[in-house]
């Protein structure tokens, strides 16, 4: 009898954690970066990208593309985004004609519109000035993790990505 109710109780714990690995809170992230010049020959206008990707470094959406032209330069965004296949829709603002901060919003969704689980995501950023490979911010550079409870974050400044803050919040 003692050991079925230890049993009992082991399937309860397991079940329940295992479901809670898998939830898939609602909610949204904040994330707004500055950047600044590479030197490239058409500086400061230069084309932008930023996506999210799992901990894994696999593409999940692009939330912002600023600029149409020269975006096979974005390598690193053009690689994670062939994986899944995921098509330009939009170009969500013009080509940046000067280094500025930029602002956006993930609703936690994936390229399908469905929520994403709960877990660790990281925001990924790249930029060129010219017809060739600018700076990016690494795959875990700006990590955080979703899930029941907030987070706030300021990542420390890279080279060209300078006063960069994340807020996730978790839907009531």
């Given at each position: 009898?003692?050991?079925?109710?230890?049993?009992?109780?082991?399937?309860?714990?397991?079940?329940?954690?295992?479901?809670?690995?898998?939830?898939?809170?609602?909610?949204?992230?904040?994330?707004?970066?500055?950047?600044?010049?590479?030197?490239?020959?058409?500086?400061?206008?230069?084309?932008?990208?930023?996506?999210?990707?799992?901990?894994?470094?696999?593409?999940?959406?692009?939330?912002?593309?600023?600029?149409?032209?020269?975006?096979?330069?974005?390598?690193?965004?053009?690689?994670?985004?062939?994986?899944?296949?995921?098509?330009?829709?939009?170009?969500?603002?013009?080509?940046?004609?000067?280094?500025?901060?930029?602002?956006?919003?993930?609703n936690?969704?994936?390229?399908?519109?469905?929520?994403?689980k709960?877990?660790?995501?990281?925001?990924?950023?790249?930029?060129?000035?010219?017809?060739?490979?600018?700076?990016?911010?690494?795959?875990?550079?700006?990590?955080?993790?979703k899930?029941?409870?907030?987070?706030?974050d300021?990542?420390?400044?890279?080279?060209?990505?300078?006063?960069?803050?994340?807020?996730?919040?978790?839907?009531?």
């Open positions: 009898m003692r050991s079925r109710n230890i049993a009992t109780i082991f399937t309860t714990f397991f079940l329940t954690a295992s479901i809670a690995c898998a939830a898939e809170t609602k909610g949204s992230v904040k994330f707004s970066v500055s950047t600044t010049t590479h030197g490239g020959q058409f500086k400061p206008r230069h084309v932008l990208v930023i996506w999210v990707a799992d901990s894994h470094n696999k593409h999940v959406k692009t939330i912002k593309v600023a600029g149409k032209h020269h975006l096979q330069y974005l390598k690193n965004w053009q690689t994670s985004k062939k994986k899944v296949k995921e098509q330009l829709n939009a170009v969500t603002s013009a080509t940046p004609k000067k280094h500025t901060t930029h602002k956006v919003t993930w936690c969704t994936d390229i399908d519109g469905k929520t994403m709960d877990g660790k995501y990281t925001i990924r950023v790249e930029f060129t000035e010219r017809n060739g490979k600018g700076p990016s911010t690494s795959a875990t550079h700006i990590e955080f993790r899930g029941t409870g907030p987070v706030t300021k990542p420390e400044d890279l080279k060209n990505f300078k006063n960069m803050s994340l807020s996730y919040t978790p839907a009531p």
